[in-house]
């Protein structure tokens, strides 16, 4: 039977959805909703889309143009995915078809290369945890691999075992916070909506005075607070009696968690040490929940091609000192051929 492949923007975010937990072995980066933040950023140009036989999704390609380059912004694509439980031929012939109709894009929007990741956590819907599985498979098919360091607690080991793997400096920040009366409190759909936005928009307001500037568009912080709303993610305060002097938010879906934006409120950070505290008892709080990991973000490494700033290098060595196993995540590009003459 024919292959036929069909847009995102046709299908809408219900059908997709069904589409990637129907495939299995997805990513919280698959999902619709957390495609919609990226595709609220500035200039970034939805051209996902899923491949179908006879009716039948078999796999499901997020995609999108940002200037010259297939990516979300700043987000590379998450892999496409396949159904496993096809023939390897199958498989071959449905991945060849994905990247002609890629390059396709890339010849007709004069893109210049395709830039691409895939996740060690997989959700299998009904389950879900870190795996290998086809990790590497796409290789063929990019002609630059690279990998990073993904730092991901297991959430199903013991409380004790996990604190125990933090860096002494976390460990004694986490309790000299707690000395000094610092108390963490979980913003979620539980809350009233009154609640919701008063200490979203001080979250909000303490990055815009961290910063100096706005740091995402409006439209973007829109989502995040309606993300808490719907469930799928939290905003931790720390707190000082009434004073609240740290903000960690986070999403959650389908078994996994991460951070995803923190700030500090400047003049209670040297004293009370609050990061350190907030994101252990966001942990434990997704523990609680019964959530399967949590994903700290990267271990980053400046090479020849990739330089990181100190603050970049700075947050990424405050997160491994959490003590978490180290899981590869795996980056793929991929250029015209024509253009790069291979």
Not at 116 to 132: I, N, R, V
Not at 265 to 274: A, D, H, I, L, S
Request: charged share 30%.
């Amino acid at each position: 039977m024919k292959l036929t492949n069909e847009l995102f923007i046709d299908l809408g975010d219900g059908r997709w959805d069904l589409c990637v937990k129907s495939i299995k072995g997805y990513s919280h980066m698959h999902l619709a909703y957390t495609l919609d933040y990226y595709l609220k950023h500035e200039g970034v140009r939805n051209l996902s889309f899923e491949v179908l036989e006879g009716g039948e999704c078999l796999a499901i390609v997020p995609l999108a143009l940002s200037k010259n380059t297939l990516s979300f912004g700043d987000l590379p694509c998450p892999s496409p995915l396949v159904k496993n439980n096809l023939k390897e031929s199958k498989r071959r012939k449905i991945f060849n078809y994905i990247f002609e109709i890629i390059d396709d894009f890339m010849r007709k929007n004069n893109a210049k290369k395709y830039i691409s990741y895939k996740h060690p956590f997989q959700s299998f819907y009904s389950d879900a945890g870190l795996s290998g599985l086809n990790l590497f498979e796409l290789q063929r098919y990019f002609h630059d691999v690279s990998v990073n360091d993904a730092l991901i607690m297991d959430l199903a080991e013991n409380v004790d075992s996990i604190e125990l793997g933090f860096s002494k400096y976390h460990r004694r920040n986490i309790k000299k916070s707690e000395k000094l009366g610092v108390q963490c409190k979980a913003i979620s759909d539980d809350d009233s909506l009154n609640d919701i936005d008063y200490y979203f928009n001080e979250f909000r307001a303490a990055h815009f005075l961290s910063s100096g500037r706005e740091t995402r568009s409006n439209d973007t912080w829109i989502h995040m607070k309606e993300r808490i709303v719907n469930g799928l993610g939290n905003l931790f305060v720390a707190k000082v009696e009434r004073t609240n002097i740290s903000y960690l938010y986070c999403g959650n879906v389908d078994g996994m968690a991460w951070g995803w934006s923190q700030v500090n409120v400047k003049e209670f950070e040297r004293m009370y040490m609050p990061r350190h505290l907030l994101e252990w008892e966001a942990m434990k709080y997704y523990k609680r929940k019964g959530e399967k990991v949590y994903d700290l973000g990267d271990r980053l490494n400046s090479t020849d091609s990739i330089v990181y700033s100190p603050k970049e290098l700075s947050i990424s060595d405050f997160k491994e000192k959490y003590g978490t196993p180290v899981y590869p995540k795996i980056f793929y590009k991929r250029f015209l051929k024509d253009e790069e003459g291979v």
